[in-house]
C-alpha cells in the first residue's frame, strides 16, 4: 500500500504537486494495476520520481506499508521501476549490462526467464549502441521484471515495442499482478490502459481530479471509452478556467 499526504513540490516558482492526498491499495491480496494518467505538466511524473525517492517534496509524507520512505533508501531495493527513456551505456553488451545490474542489486535475478520470453537470446552479445529502440524496450523490461519486488512502477513501458512483444509485456504484467505485486503505469495509450488498469488515478495541476475504477469514470462522464472521459474531463477543465 502507497499513502500520499498533503505533497507540495514546487521548482522554482512553479508549483507541481499542490496538497495532494492519494491512497494505493489494492482491494484484494491478488495485487492490483493503478493506471497514473494526465496531461503533460500534470504532475504525474514528479509524483512517480517522488515515490521512487529521486525527487524530495517540499512538504508531506510518503508511506509505503505504513512506514514513511522519504529521505530513506533501502525501501528501493523493494521496487522494480521502468523508465520511460532507456539510456544504457552504448559500449556494452547486452549481457555485460545484465551482470553489472545483477551485481549492482543484491538479490535473485531470472534475467533467463525473460531472455526467452523476450526472445532476446540473439542479441545478447550484441552492442547496446547498435540495436533499435524497441530492443532497447525489450531489455528494459528485463531489467526491470527479473528482480522479484512487491511494487513495480512502468513508466510508458509500451514505447517501440511490435505486437507480439507489446503481447508479451501484457502477460508479464498479468503474471506479476497475480502473484499480489501492486503495479503503477504511466501511459498516454488508453487503450493500453483500458485493457489493463484496475483503477486510473487522474492528475491535473498538481491535483487529483479522479480516482477511481474504469467503469466508474466512463459513468461520471457519460462516455464510453477511457479516451473519450478523459477528453470529457479536459475539456470541462478548460470551460470551467474561462
Known sequence: MIEIKNLYKKFGKVEVLKGLDLTINPNTSEGGIFAVLGP???????LIKSILGMVIPNKGDIEIQGKSVLKKHQYRNNINYLPQI??????????ELIKMVKNLRP???????????????PFLDKKLGNLSGGTKQKVNILLTFMFDSELIILDEPTTG?????????????????EKGKLILITSHIMSFVEE?????????????????????????TKQNDLEHAIAAILTHNNSTLK
Open 196 to 220: 489493463m488498469a484496475d483503477e486510473i488515478v487522474f492528475l491535473l495541476d498538481g491535483k487529483i481530479y479522479f480516482k477511481g475504477t474504469l467503469a466508474a469514470i466512463k459513468e461520471q
Open 86 to 95: 532507456a539510456n544504457f551505456p552504448s559500449n556494452l553488451s547486452v549481457n
Open 107 to 121: 538479490k535473485p535475478a531470472a534475467d533467463q526467464e525473460f531472455i526467452d520470453l523476450l526472445r532476446l537470446e
Open 161 to 177: 515495442l511490435d505486437p507480439i512483444s507489446l503481447l508479451n509485456l501484457k502477460k508479464i504484467i498479468v503474471a506479476e499482478k
Open 40 to 46: 503533460n505538466g500534470s504532475g504525474k511524473t514528479t
